[in-house]
């Protein structure tokens, strides 16, 4: 072995060996800590409320609740809450931690400043696996896609209201200058814990919101065009060609996700997500809308997942055009229940022809690009 391999496995700061990654395990530790013991300092200046540092020891009766395509969360007890908490875990101090405060952070700016139940409460770590996790509301729906799955006669005022709290929240997200980049069902829980009130008077149970920032980037920075991380079925035509995310690609999503509220439905459940599905996006696929969906919904809707970003509206005029329809929830609820029964049978049959590369995950996307390159290399 040669010097310098020699010198490249010790710590240069503590002399001690480094781990997996060429990390030094201590050192890492410590550089973390200090990272979150200055988040946790700055939000103390800046926030409502504290987020706040608690020990493993504070965490009990912990069980797993899901998993997405970057991490893993529990739900648990926790001694400093009446309430059920989250825990996500955001890396350890062996593995490549760049930006690991990242989500937290979007979390804090986007939640914690605007006074919202969903802030992140604080940070843990598991002192024997030297996992860090992100402690945050435990959201007892789960998933949008979960909730629609196994409610099937929500009326639209319901699904209204969901909307209506994603659009909210996407307006926030894109005020603080950040592109979620991740917007799909599994991103966005729901709680029948909190209700929507009007001067003090509760009007409607449950809120929907948009989770999971750990792919969220500022819009000024770096667009890496070339990996696009998602789940296909939501990511906008112009990405799956490589034209970066933007605030217009998050509005993509949110047309989909429409598309699923109105249908109870995951979209292309029969396909798989290649390559080739990209193409077909790019050129115009889109899943069939719902025939019985009030006619301002699918309007709203289909501009949401039209070809050209800059024909999109903002988050802000889909949240003003779901509510300035307040007064027309009723109306729908009649074609709801056509939709209702339609949704029970369908979901029978579905479960039987979804294709096996129809992911739902979060993962790293084949491209249009590389379809056409390998095309062109057999030609
Ligand atoms: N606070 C929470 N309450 C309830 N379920 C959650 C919560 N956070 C995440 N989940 C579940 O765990 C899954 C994965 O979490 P997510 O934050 O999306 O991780 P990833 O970054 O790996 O995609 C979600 O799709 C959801 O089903
Ligand atoms: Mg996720």
């Not at 906008?236 to 970066?244: Q, S």
Request: hydrophobic content about 35%.
């Amino acid at each position: 072995m040669d010097k310098a391999s020699k010198t490249e496995k010790k710590c240069a700061e503590c002399d001690n060996s480094k781990g997996k990654f060429n990390l030094c395990p201590t050192c890492t530790t410590r550089h973390i800590q200090g990272e979150i013991d200055e988040f946790i300092k700055d939000t103390q200046i800046q926030a409502h409320d504290t987020v706040q540092w608690a020990d493993w020891k504070e965490f009990t009766n912990i069980k797993k609740i899901g998993e997405g395509g970057f991490g893993t969360v529990y739900s648990s007890r926790w001694s400093r809450s009446i309430e059920i908490v989250a825990l996500k875990t955001i890396g350890k101090p062996n593995e490549l931690m760049n930006n690991f405060l990242k989500e937290a952070k979007a979390l804090f700016h986007c939640y914690n400043q605007e006074n919202s139940c969903f802030r992140i409460k604080g940070f843990t770590q598991d002192p024997l696996s030297m996992q860090y996790y992100i402690i945050t509301r435990y959201a007892e729906n789960g998933d949008l896609r979960q909730y629609l799955r196994e409610n099937t006669s929500l009326s639209w005022e319901d699904r209204l209201y969901i909307l209506w709290d994603i659009s909210l929240d996407l307006e926030r997200i894109h005020k603080t200058g950040l592109i979620h980049r991740d917007i799909h069902a599994g991103n966005i829980l729901h709680t029948g814990k909190v209700s929507h009130a009007s001067y003090g008077t509760r009007v409607h149970d449950g809120v929907a919101y948009i989770s999971d920032f750990g792919f969220s980037i500022a819009a000024y920075s770096d667009n890496n065009t070339e990996e696009i991380y998602g789940v296909m079925p939501y990511i906008a035509p112009e990405v799956l060609n490589g034209h970066g995310y933007s605030m217009e690609s998050d509005i993509y999503s949110i047309g989909i996700i429409m598309w699923e509220l109105a249908s109870g439905k995951s979209p292309f459940t029969h396909i798989s997500h290649d390559a080739c599905l990209a193409l077909k996006i790019y050129d115009g696929l889109r899943p069939e809308p719902t025939p019985n969906a009030p006619p301002f919904y699918l309007q709203l809707m289909q501009s949401c997942w039209h070809k050209d970003p800059f024909k999109r509206p903002k988050a802000k005029e889909i949240k003003e055009t779901v509510m300035n329809q307040g007064g027309l929830f009723q109306k729908y609820q009649e074609k709801m229940q056509s939709i209702i029964e339609k949704q029970k049978a369908a979901s029978k049959i579905d479960n039987n022809k979804i294709d096996p590369n129809a992911i739902y995950k979060s993962r790293l996307l084949p491209t249009i690009t590389s379809l056409l390159s390998k095309r062109n290399s057999f030609k």
